[in-house]
């Protein structure tokens, strides 16, 4: 269960891997940063020789197609965040400097464990400031064709809801719904790896996806069955990916959400527009604080305008 502090790591955590994208070889190093910090990423090894720091915020976002990505190419971005920040929401962590040497974020395994072992390992910490929430005060909802996403008010926590509906017959139909507490992440989402059609393979690569795809970081789906030998590593993988990939946009809206969130057929860009929604209207949403519940009226820092890439699926 989270805390009312804010928390950080207790040291850095260093990983490396190449880019499921892009094929490049990459370095991150998650570092603790101070109370009220959130989370942000230092771009080093640009070609101009100056670093960029970027936000970990919806506002940020410049693409959504097969991944999420943050900055922009000309002055620096960082893409494929998504697994790194869904692990740094379910365990929890508030405050962390992401410094990565490269524009993608290495694909590891294709899930978020490789991040939560690294995490767990360095330890978190508390910062001696008190956790804030975005509370959801009014039902939010966006829709693209048969797809869509909502937030709505609820008690306490945050709960996710998540339905995937493919034509493949491997995929299928299928829904995870839990609340979301570093427990329940670790046991039921964290290991689900990310996945995509044999079938799409030709077209990702002339369009420069997957470049770094393989059965190492990837379920490949074919015509009847998963092509990796190990199988599955859950039953439903793919609504638990899907579902990671959620939590890992939604912690774009800056601090921990309380409330609840489902989506049908959705994807980076529909968890992202549905946190654009929220902020459009400040009726939408307060910000309340541990052993308090203080509304806070000048909210500029959280961006109701945002440009959404064309829709994809996953990989």
Known sequence: MRTNQQTTLKGPATLSGIGVHSGNPAEITIRPAPANHGISFLRTGM???????????????SATELCTVIGDVESGAVATIEHLMSAL?????DNALVEIDGPEMPILDGSALPFVT??????????????RWIKVLRHVRIEVGRAFAELRPIDRGFRL????????????????????????????IAGARTFGMMKDV???????????????????????????????RFPDEFVRHKFLDAVGDLALAG??????????????????????????DRANY????????????????FGAGLGIAAFAGDL
């Open 161 to 188: 809801d998540v339905e995937i509906d493919f034509e493949s017959p491997v995929i299928g139909r299928s829904r995870k719904a839990m609340d979301l507490t570093p427990a329940a992440y670790r046991r039921e």
């Open 286 to 301: 307060a910000i309340v604080e541990a052993q308090g519940t203080r509304r806070e009226t000048a909210l500029a820092e």
């Open 89 to 93: 929401y379910g365990l929890g962590v």
């Open 47 to 61: 070609p101009s020789g100056n670093d960029r720091l970027i936000k970990a915020h919806h506002a940020c976002v």
């Open 118 to 131: 690294a995490i767990d390992k360095a330890g978190t910490a508390a910062c001696g400031a008190p956790r």
């Open 202 to 232: 030709e077209r990702y690569w002339k369009a420069g996806f997957a470049l770094g795809a393989s059965l190492e970081n990837t379920v490949a789906v074919g015509e009847t069955d998963v092509v990796n030998p190990e199988g599955l």
């Open 255 to 280: 601090l921990p959400i309380q409330g609840g969130y489902r989506s049908y057929c959705g994807g980076h860009r529909m968890n992202v527009g549905v946190l654009s929604a929220l902020f459009s």
